[in-house]
């Protein structure tokens, strides 16, 4: 079986278990205190021009949601984001569970935008009873989405103006930033990045590392006592240096674009396939995650060689799923399986 479901499924870029297995005896300062860490801080401040920056490493990605939400949110605030935001819908009620609540916002492509929070925004404080409501306490936001699909550099602008507005700190979830990075069409750069949100982080479960996330805080005011957060939610890793080989490695000389780039190369290859046989995508992504609309016939063919995601029913008689490229997606299987799409009666 090949395998499209996701793009976590193999385990390390060979540069990063070569650099683990190098340092694998020697005795470091504990809980991120290393020099690996540190030389990974400064690797990814310089790559996001922001020097000013604090940088801390957490094992996964819901863990570094709902540790940065909490960190920010005050007991009778909650969370703005998409109807379609990782947060609102395969947490599993994370956020939920620190007492805060998603505010979720309407989106078919997977995006929020800057007129919806100002509406949601107003909508709350214009309410005579707002006393009695969850207070929106931040902005939420994916790049790519969970659909694939990335904001322009004009989008995110005008969210960081709406946010500033309302005074509400603005949070791009960045697992699969990589892939938007490098993505057809993205006008939007680390540095871009850096300076419109007040925190993200990078993603490197997704995309080369065994795992890892990077958080960036750009907000002096979100700074203070984050490693408390880190600890109180059981993210404190003692083996800290075991995320700092591994972003030191991925940023000390454009890895991790460089394999950003050949899973975005492979997807593209998948969707033109998809196109030229005559399906339609759901959404329009140009990052490697791809969702055609295919007869449900048809799913049964690919799936007796190929493994990829339903996801969502779109009539009686034909599904979306997902097909998934990844950091280490060998050539070979994307091309044997355009061939076969083109071969589909």
């Known amino acids: 079986m090949i395998r499209f479901e996701n793009d976590y499924a193999e385990g390390a870029h060979p540069r990063i278990l070569k650099r683990m297995m190098e340092t694998n005896e020697e005795q470091t300062p504990g809980y991120g205190m290393d020099e690996y860490c540190e030389r990974a801080r400064i690797h990814i401040k310089k790559a996001c021009h922001a020097e000013h920056a604090d940088v801390h490493f957490l094992v996964g990605g819901t863990q570094t949601n709902t540790t940065i939400i909490a960190s920010i949110l005050r007991p009778h605030q909650g969370a703005v984001s998409a109807t379609t935001g990782h947060i609102a819908v395969h ?25 919806q929070v100002k509406e949601l925004f107003d909508a709350h404080w214009n309410d005579v009873t707002h006393e009695h409501m969850v207070q929106p306490g931040l902005v939420y936001i994916s790049h790519p989405t969970e659909n694939g699909t990335t904001y322009t550099k004009s989008e995110l602008e005008a969210l960081r103006k709406v946010c500033r507005e309302c005074g ?178």
């Open 91 to 115: 947490e599993t009620g994370a956020i939920e569970a620190t007492g805060h609540k998603v505010l979720t916002l309407p989106s078919d492509d997977g995006k929020i935008y800057a007129e």
């Open 168 to 345: 509400l700190p603005l949070v791009m979830d960045g697992a699969r930033l990589g892939y938007g990075l490098v993505g057809k069409e993205n006008d939007l750069s680390l540095a871009d990045i850096a300076k419109l949100c007040d925190v993200f982080y990078i993603g490197g479960t997704k995309i080369g590392a065994l795992f890892g996330e990077a958080v960036v805080i750009i907000n002096d005011g979100l700074k203070k006592d984050f490693r408390y957060f880190i600890k109180q939610r059981g993210g404190l890793l003692a083996k800290g240096r075991l995320l700092g080989i591994q972003f030191e490695t991925l940023f000390e000389d454009g890895l991790y674009e460089e394999i950003s780039s050949h899973a975005v190369e492979m997807a593209m290859s998948i969707r033109e396939a998809f196109l030229e046989k005559g399906f339609s995508l759901r959404y329009d992504s140009k990052t490697n995650q791809q969702f055609p609309i295919l007869p449900n016939d048809v799913l049964g063919k690919l799936g007796e060689k190929y493994s990829f995601s339903f996801w969502e029913k779109f009539d009686d008689s034909h599904s979306v799923v997902r097909f998934c490229t990844s950091w280490a997606t060998k050539k070979e299987n994307v091309e044997m399986l355009v061939a076969d799409i083109r071969d589909l009666a």
